[in-house]
């Protein structure tokens, strides 16, 4: 099974940008689609982009699409999660997921298999 772990967050201030990095484990990276999501305090996690195996085909939330962008690294084993024009209420931890099956762009959560520990972000205004 892979393990994976995200990098990148941080302060910013709004108006900014961040690239979040999550890295995968194993050799097995491209038998997933590779999602990203995140959870602000007192809210439900909520779905922001995946990608699938093939970088064929992407999904977004429909209020993220135009400033956020996902793409992956097979040499890398690595997914990321450019971020531009942020704003207070990008503030979350965000968390990057493996869904097994592969060809899928999902926005369940619940279909995600394996999970990252997550990266805070807090973006001031």
């Known amino acids: 099974q892979v393990q994976l772990v995200e990098s990148g967050g941080g302060l910013v201030q709004a108006g900014g940008s961040l690239r979040l990095s999550c890295a995968a484990s194993g050799r097995t990276f491209s038998r997933y689609a590779m999602g990203w999501f995140r959870q602000a305090p007192g809210k439900e996690r909520e779905f922001v982009a995946v990608i699938n195996w093939s970088s064929s085909a992407t999904n977004y939330a429909d209020s993220l699409k135009g400033r956020f962008t996902i793409n992956r690294d097979r040499t890398k084993n690595t997914v990321y999660l450019q971020m531009n024009t942020l704003k207070p209420e990008d503030t979350a931890v965000y968390y990057c997921?493996?869904?097994?099956?592969?060809?899928?762009?999902?926005?369940?959560?619940?279909?995600?298999?394996?999970w990252g520990q997550g990266t805070q972000v807090t973006v001031s205004s």
């Open positions: 997921a493996a869904d097994s099956t592969p060809w899928r762009t999902s926005s369940n959560r619940y279909e995600y298999d394996v």
